[in-house]
């Protein structure tokens, strides 16, 4: 793709919608080296890896990249400027990232799953595992100093099957045998939801019977909204009833 023009139709010109134009721009290798508006141009710089380095804006600052290894992000700075830190496991899996005032941790289970994060307001430097090697942040998940948390907890087949999260409270997954959503629970009835399937798996509203089907497999109303669909079966929109 070269090239996108927006042209208004006559209403949209009445509503001060104006013609655009976007110009893109490749290396020989593909990749997308300059994007023109008509606001100004963005350019795109790569290391031999394909990872993009620099990225440099209308206004002539350069958003930077840095990596580790084959390609894995550990900092964004303009100009300079930190942006954000991140730190990885043995696994490069990211367990620290820096926003700001706020330091975000994730951690993970024995699968690979994430298994807990938190967002904190204590320094990163308190919180870093290369800066401290012995510090446990999983201890830390549910921290005064910490606005935002949250675990995860799965089932042997790997279903999400709780959360706990200091915003929503506890919420409860559950499944059928063929892995299924079959309830959220909160604990509250105003948010709790329960769902059905057909044969073919598509959602049913939960007041049919259990030997309803979609027809045609294209749900025409799922509660309070309503799908079209054209001749081939193509979704065209759907409304709020």
């Given at each position: 793709?070269?090239?996108?023009e927006h042209l208004p139709t006559a209403k949209g010109k009445k509503l001060g919608v104006s013609a655009e134009k976007l110009d893109f721009s490749y290396d020989l290798l593909g990749r997308l080296i300059k994007e023109t508006t008509p606001q100004g141009a963005l350019s795109y710089d790569y290391d031999p890896l394909s990872n993009l380095t620099t990225l440099t804006l209308p206004t002539g600052q350069h958003?930077?990249?840095?990596?580790?290894?084959s390609g894995h992000l550990h900092q964004l700075n303009l100009d300079g400027q930190l942006i954000s830190d991140m730190e990885r496991d043995d696994l490069?899996?990211?367990v620290l990232r820096t926003q700001g005032t706020l330091t975000s941790c994730f951690g993970y289970d024995a699968m690979g799953r994430k298994a807990w994060q938190f967002a904190s307001t204590l320094p990163?430097?308190?919180?870093s595992q290369i800066l401290n090697p012995g510090i446990q942040p999983e201890l830390l998940v549910e921290h005064a100093y910490n606005p935002i948390h949250r675990r995860h907890q799965y089932d042997p087949a790997g279903e999400l099957t709780r959360t706990l999260d200091k915003l929503r409270g506890e919420i409860k997954y559950d499944y059928e045998a063929n892995g299924q959503l079959h309830s959220r629970d909160t604990g509250k009835l105003v948010d709790s939801e329960e769902f059905r399937y057909d044969a073919a798996a598509n959602r049913?509203?939960?007041n049919t019977s259990q030997f309803d089907h979609v027809k045609?497999?294209?749900?025409k109303q799922w509660r309070d909204q309503e799908y079209a669909?054209?001749?081939?079966?193509?979704?065209?929109k759907n409304?709020?009833?």
């Open positions: 793709m070269l090239t996108i958003l930077n990249h840095l990596y580790y290894g490069h899996r990211e990163a430097e308190k919180l049913l509203n939960f045609d497999n294209r749900i669909y054209d001749a081939w079966g193509t979704w065209l409304a709020a009833g």
